[in-house]
Nanobody
Framework: QVQLVESGGGLVQAGDSLRLSCAAS????????MGWFRQAPGKKREFVAA?????FYGDSVEGRFTISKDNAKNTVYLQMNSLKPEDTAVYYC???????????????????WGQGTQVTVSS
């Protein structure tokens, strides 16, 4: 069982930057694909970014967000730059098999989820 704890969310203004962190309990952290999803009020959960054998980004965040991880700290990060009001959502960290059947952009690829952290971007 992998436990994930997100942190770093908050209230920022449009154009600002924010870095989210996700600390994992699993010592074999490097053997997992890690992802970030987000869910805005009244909308479905949306793929944001993921790392497995490569890095992947959702169309709406490509070029603005960067996913990275520190295996020594069992932590994955999401650096968010040039934030927009439409980035407002609860952001979730997720972990799944490094080589899974489902595409990396789908929720079904990931078995473990954090509790989420709120990001609010004001205009």
């Amino acid at each position: 069982q992998v436990q994930l704890v997100e942190s770093g969310g908050g209230l920022v203004q449009a154009g600002d930057s924010l870095r989210l962190s996700c600390a994992a309990s699993e010592r074999t952290f490097g053997n997992y694909a890690m992802g970030w999803f987000r869910q805005a009020p009244g909308k479905k959960r949306e793929f944001v970014a993921a790392m497995s054998t490569g890095t992947f980004y959702g169309d709406s965040v490509e070029g603005r967000f960067t996913i990275s991880k520190d295996n020594a700290k069992n932590t994955v990060y999401l650096q968010m730059n040039s934030l927009k009001p439409e980035d407002t959502a609860v952001y979730y960290c997720a972990a799944g098999p490094l080589f899974g059947r489902a595409p990396i952009r789908l929720e079904s690829r990931f078995d473990y989820w954090g509790q989420g952290t709120q990001v609010t971007v004001s205009s």
